[in-house]
């Protein structure tokens, strides 16, 4: 549960910063996000946050995870400091929905990651691709605009960032999805004995 009291401040003020106004942000957030954008040239975060030049409805489907990951995150941390539940198990079901939207969302962020072509690349460079040759943004973006696309160096350090929380996220989903199967088992036995015992 700690992990979760952990992660929400970084998925607030960081992961986060494009869903609210940008003079809610603090300008040392700003920057901070701004510097892992430009060091790492990551098309998630560069997207999200309108750099790359696409209609903004085309990041609909990683801003709509973001806003679940945050509403989960507040439930369970809430669920956790009113002590609401004394019976952990109860619990099993949001911590199950959350590692599954997790899992989801982060499987489509590798996807994206290594569906987008390495600077410099035979791929990045091709006729058949609607950019030019190192650069994310849409064609009709000027040069001095377009955000460019990752090395190959910074493409492996995306996705050692992703894959941890994917494998942490998977292992929970299929943890608690055990969890919950199981105590659904325990409590058909129960029915059973009880019928019988009538």
């Known amino acids: ?39 790492t040239r990551d098309p998630l975060f560069a997207g999200n946050a309108g750099l790359t030049g696409d209609a903004p409805f085309l990041w609909a489907w990683f801003r709509s995870f973001m806003l679940l990951d945050i509403a989960l995150h507040l439930s369970i941390i809430f669920a ?12 099993y079901p949001l911590l199950f929905v959350h590692g599954a939207s997790k899992v989801t969302m982060l499987t489509g962020c590798l996807a994206v990651l290594l569906a987008a072509p390495i600077a410099g690349s035979s791929s990045s460079s091709s006729t058949n691709t609607p950019v030019s040759a190192d ?57 059973a004995k009880n019928t019988k015992s009538e």
């Open 1 to 39: 549960y700690s992990l979760f009291c952990c992660s929400l401040p970084v998925t607030l003020l960081f992961s986060t910063q494009a869903l609210y106004p940008a003079e809610l942000v603090p300008p040392v957030l700003k920057r901070i996000t701004d510097d892992h954008v430009m060091t």
């Open 80 to 91: 956790i400091v009113c002590r609401k539940w004394n019976d952990a198990s109860t619990m």
């Open 135 to 191: 650069f994310v943004s849409a064609p009709d973006v000027p040069d001095s605009d377009r955000f460019p696309f990752q090395t190959a160096e910074q493409r492996v350090k995306s996705v050692y960032m992703y894959l941890p929380m994917l494998i942490l996220s998977l292992i929970m989903t299929v943890d608690m999805g055990l969890r919950i199967a199981a105590g659904l088992r325990r409590r058909q036995l129960s029915t």
